[in-house]
């Protein structure tokens, strides 16, 4: 499969029309449609990471895909990575969604509503039905 192909399988993967890819990566629905269709080369690195932030998919994934990076080594079944304290990650990190870089009065929204949704499927948990 070629990178066309798989650009445009990520994108309807992900329920995104090209100009709703466009709209959240900047890149244009012109060039987007003429590297879906196989009319262009392989983009730069650069239009990798917006296409990466538009499909909210790894920049990684889609160098590997366009032969910048080799593939990686498949991950041990045995390996475990520990896990990464969220809330830490929010407070610590400049964070975008979207397009958008989140303000740190949104980064807390975004904590408040986790600890909410968190507390109320704790409790739901630990109180049996009667």
Do not use: H
């Amino acid at each position: 499969m070629y990178f066309y192909d798989k650009l445009k399988d990520m994108r309807k993967l992900k329920g995104f029309t090209i100009r709703e890819l466009a709209d959240r990566s900047g890149v244009s629905a012109a060039y987007i449609s003429q590297l879906e269709n196989g009319n262009r080369g392989i983009p730069s690195p650069d239009v990798l990471m917006k296409l990466s932030e538009g499909l909210n998919t790894s920049y990684s994934e889609l160098m590997e895909i366009a032969g910048y990076l080799e593939s990686a080594q498949p991950i041990p079944p045995d390996y475990r990575r520990s896990p990464v304290n969220l809330r830490r990650f929010l407070r610590e990190n400049e964070l975008m969604f979207d397009g958008i870089i989140l303000s740190e009065d949104d980064k807390e929204w975004i904590e408040r509503m986790l600890t909410a949704l968190f507390w109320k499927e704790r409790q739901s948990q630990e109180t049996p039905n009667t």
